[in-house]
């Protein structure tokens, strides 16, 4: 597969890539997308960056959109887990993109913010959700979100799910699926944590692996300083280079270089536990 034309793509969803001029589909989207409109559950590695989004979206799309049903579902067809708010809004500013010549509907459901316009939505109708798990869960112990007619299931950044200890919960949202439903399953690595998910929920999946390239064009420095003299050398680099982040090992450190680099005269803020979603 070359272009996107090439591709078994209801109208609506064609005239969308051509309006954003997406004319050659990624390596991951060429592997996966064929694979996924028949009805495959797949197992994708693939990093961020590769367009794996799509991978999933245009399949989802074009399921729904096929549908000559056209009345709103009571309950959402289709479930995408990601690991974070900002992974899950960047999922949902897809399917609007690809999605926008279709009456489709979608929501977002992430901790943070407000439960009200989520559960507002859910009654309303959704055709599908895109959620973390923690928030999702939430909603269902509260009988807000039921999940027996999904029929596509995402888990978006398997491996992040595991590090950061979502997969007890994604394999309790899981459970309440359909069995017959169709799995795509996306991860950076394919660990012991994600072969549980595989054998558990996929069946005989199809396998795609993009293998991992170097990064050009990188030069690597390093620096020996002493504790006095490096917030010097940082404001030096940042001088030099502009835009720049610093790692701390603690979040006091981190505040503490934030401050004194603002006292060297360099513009900094500290990003860190402690502060809220819309403060970071």
């Not at 245009?58 to 309950?75: A, T, V």
Request: net charge positive; with cysteine; aromatic share 4%.
């Amino acid at each position: 597969m070359k272009t996107f034309e090439e591709l078994a793509l209801i109208t609506p969803i064609k005239k969308a890539l051509h309006e954003e001029q997406y004319v050659t589909p990624t390596p991951i989207q060429a592997q996966t997308i064929p694979a996924a409109l028949s009805g495959r559950d797949i197992l994708g590695s693939a990093q961020t960056g590769t367009g794996k989004t799509a991978a999933f979206a245009l399949p989802i799309l074009n399921r729904l959109g096929k549908r000559s049903k056209k009345s709103m579902p009571h309950f959402p067809q289709v479930l995408i887990l990601a690991p974070t708010r900002e992974l899950a809004i960047q999922i949902g500013d897809s399917l609007e993109t690809y999605g926008r010549h279709l009456r489709l509907r979608h929501t977002l459901i992430y901790g943070g913010v407000n439960q009200f316009r989520q559960v507002r939505a859910l009654k309303k109708g959704v055709h599908i959700v895109v959620a973390t798990p923690g928030r999702l869960l939430d909603l269902m112990e509260k009988d807000v979100c039921r999940l027996g007619d999904v029929t596509f299931a995402v888990v978006d950044e398997a491996d992040r799910m595991a590090d950061m200890g979502f997969l007890p919960d994604v394999k309790r949202i899981l459970d309440q699926t359909r069995s017959d439903r169709q799995t795509v399953l996306f991860s950076a690595t394919l660990d012991g944590a994600i072969d549980e998910l595989v054998t558990r929920y996929q069946r005989n999946p199809v396998v795609h692996e993009l293998e991992d390239e170097p990064a050009g064009d990188v030069t690597h420095h390093f620096w020996l300083s002493e504790r006095p003299g490096r917030v010097a050398l940082v404001a030096e680099i940042v001088d030099r280079l502009g835009h720049t982040v610093v790692f701390c090992r603690t979040k006091h450190g981190s505040d503490r270089v934030a401050r004194q680099l603002g006292n060297a005269g360099v513009k900094a803020v500290a990003i860190h536990g402690n502060r809220s979603q819309a403060q970071r």
